[in-house]
């Protein structure tokens, strides 16, 4: 589960409420939890991506508080230590791409580059004013003595002295944008704030430092790093295994490169020789798609040019997250009557990593259009389902534009396992005829979501004939003893 949505509220306590749930989450089927960025932003009402200092994860006072939005270094601490006793693993967001938020000014010189090509430049040096110098005051040296300035950095996007903004490249010598980066607007090595250069030993060698201290300070089982596809994939790459090495002990990466494109993802995959998984984008597209299109979108073909479709094997697949709830920079949310369908379609296949949205879970807490209410009575079926029943081979019946089935046989040791899952987005009932196994023959299998009363049962050569309401999905499997 991703424990956190945009909105939630700004009142430090959020490590409190995780600690209180840890027990109920792991109740739920939930296996992991992935919490926001723990460090401090550059103000404490900032969800943690516009990072400030790394090493003050709500301990010092600093940027108007000693909290960050979740709460102190002290809650976080008591909510992983819950999450480990309630027999969940922690995943961290480490947001590595730039800083926000500095102390103090310097004045540098800088090449204005077109924001749409970052390989064009639009104008010669001058002189720019920007917010470069990291000091940490609060801190003083705790943890690490290691402080900031322009050289550390490869572009900012505001100048002080002129009060504007734009895509100013750093000068320095042999200093450019990484080439190891996603390909849109020339070169995406610039995203926001103080673009990090990780060129410069210093800095690769302070941020590598920063997550042996992080693994070594927090009881945690792997990290989600923001924003991969502008960040050196050469970094990202020493940096897991700098890492994992130093921890004696499996950590997890999964990192999120929001690009659709298969190919743009394997080949970072290829760069970081496949030791993260990435957030399959191209899925939450499609379902997206089919949620907009309803009728019109053809379901046998949901998983085409996906992730897990190519790569399961390093594919966190998810159908909503922070980014993509109403209101955000990616906004692409995923419409209500197609949400459970959606989530049968990550949580009861075989392949992928699955994640669930805490906004989808417990609501959004926003204003007007932006608050959604939370959907547990659409979500828990289909996690009891997929711990219980969702289990063993599969084999698909993608044959049909408007209804899509598959059959997942079980596992000898777990005994009543096995399911046959049907996805209709068409206006009249879906039916599909699927074979679970001859050994099936005569039991009857009931709709773990509720959503269809009816009583399947299996013939003599091992089919039953399945059925789910129009736009809906039906979840089948021997009923809970």
């Known amino acids: 589960m991703q424990y956190f949505e945009w909105y939630i509220p700004d009142d430090g306590k959020h490590w409190d409420r995780l600690r209180d749930d840890a027990h109920k989450i792991k109740d ?35 940027k108007g508080a000693v909290r960050t939005k979740y709460g102190t270094r002290e809650q976080l601490e008591n909510a992983i230590k819950a999450c480990k006793e309630a027999g969940l693993m922690v995943y961290l967001d480490l947001v590595m791409n730039h800083k926000a938020g500095g102390d103090e000014t310097e004045t540098f010189k800088v090449i204005e580059v077109d924001p749409d090509d970052r390989n ?17 005051p609060g801190r003083k040296g705790k943890y690490s003595t290691f402080e900031w300035d322009f050289t550390h950095f490869v572009g900012v996007d505001y100048d002080a002295k002129e009060d504007r903004t734009g895509v100013f490249k750093i000068v320095g010598e042999d200093k450019d944008w990484s080439d190891n980066v996603d390909e849109e607007h020339g070169n995406f090595d610039y995203l926001m704030f103080a673009d990090i250069y990780y060129d410069h030993p210093a800095v690769k060698e302070e941020m590598i430092e920063w997550g042996k201290w992080l693994t070594d300070t927090l009881d945690v089982d792997g990290f989600r790093l923001d924003a991969v596809k502008h960040i050196d994939s050469q970094f990202i790459s020493d940096f897991i295994d700098a890492v994992t090495e130093h921890a004696d002990r499996d950590i997890y990466f999964f990192g999120e490169f929001w690009n659709p494109e298969v190919e743009a993802k394997e080949g970072f995959l290829e760069d970081v020789e496949f030791d993260i998984d990435l957030f399959d984008v191209g899925l939450h597209y499609n379902l997206f798609g089919a949620s907009n299109e309803r009728e019109d979108y053809d379901l046998s073909k949901i998983f085409q040019g996906t992730l897990v ?8 697949t998810f159908v909503d997250n922070h980014d993509t709830q109403p209101g955000e920079s990616l906004e692409s949310f995923i419409e209500d009557w197609f949400k459970q369908s959606a989530y049968a379609l990550i949580l009861l296949r075989r392949d992928g990593y699955p994640c669930v949205f805490y906004g989808d ?33 599969q084999e698909d019946y993608f044959d049909h534009a408007d209804t899509i089935g598959w059959v997942r046989f079980g596992e000898e040791e777990v005994e009543g396992s096995g399911c046959a899952v049907v996805v209709s987005n068409g206006l009249e009932d879906g039916v599909k005829k699927m074979y679970v196994g001859e050994e099936r023959s005569g039991e009857e299998w ?9 009583k399947i049962t299996i013939d003599d050569e091992g089919f039953g004939e399945f059925i789910s309401n129009s736009q809906s999905v039906s979840v089948y499997a021997l009923p809970d003893e």
Do not use: C
Not at 120 to 136: A, C, L, M, W
Not at 446 to 451: Q, R
């Open 446 to 454: 009931v709709d773990f979501t509720g959503n269809r009363e009816d």
């Open 120 to 136: 064009k430049e639009i104008s010669e040096p001058f002189d720019i004013e920007g917010y470069t110098r990291f000091t940490f």
């Open 309 to 316: 479709e190519e790569s399961p094997w390093n594919t966190v």
């Open 28 to 62: 739920m089927g939930i296996d992991a939890v992935w919490l926001p960025p723990p460090t401090k932003a550059d103000n404490p009402s900032n969800p943690g991506y516009s990072v400030y200092d790394v090493y003050d994860l709500g301990e010092f006072d600093q």
């Open 361 to 393: 879970y417990y609501g959004i807490d926003g204003e007007g259009e932006e608050s959604k209410v939370g959907m547990p009575e659409v979500i828990d079926p289909l996690l009891h389902a997929r711990h219980l029943r969702a289990l063993g081979e």
